[in-house]
């Protein structure tokens, strides 16, 4: 990833969970969560979240639903965020 954009490194951190993920890994929570605090370093609000709604789903799975509810709950405060933004 040497050379690669700082949203392009976000992309492929959020692949690497995608990948973990189906493979039923576990660190496949610790990618999603790099993900995002790359894409928020950088600004990208999408990538932040998709990969927030894939760790929520993750935590699902996993039967942590406190931290499902909780990731969900962050996603949707940025979407209503995003909204209150873009009705300015």
């Known amino acids: 990833m040497l ?3 700082p949203s392009d490194r976000a992309w492929a951190t959020y692949a690497r969970g ?3 993920s189906a493979l ?4 496949a929570t610790d ?4 993900a995002i605090s790359l894409a928020r370093a950088v600004g990208n609000p999408f990538v932040v979240s998709v990969s927030q709604v894939s760790l929520a ?3 699902s799975r996993a039967r942590s ?3 499902a509810l909780y990731a969900f709950a962050d ?7 995003l909204l209150d933004s ?3």
């Open 57 to 59: 789903s993750e935590h």
């Open 31 to 34: 990618a999603y969560m790099l």
């Open 75 to 81: 996603c949707l405060h940025a979407y209503a965020r």
């Open 65 to 67: 639903h406190r931290q």
């Open 24 to 27: 039923g890994e576990p660190d």
């Open 18 to 20: 995608e990948a973990l």
């Open 86 to 88: 873009l009705a300015r």
């Open 3 to 5: 050379g690669s954009s």
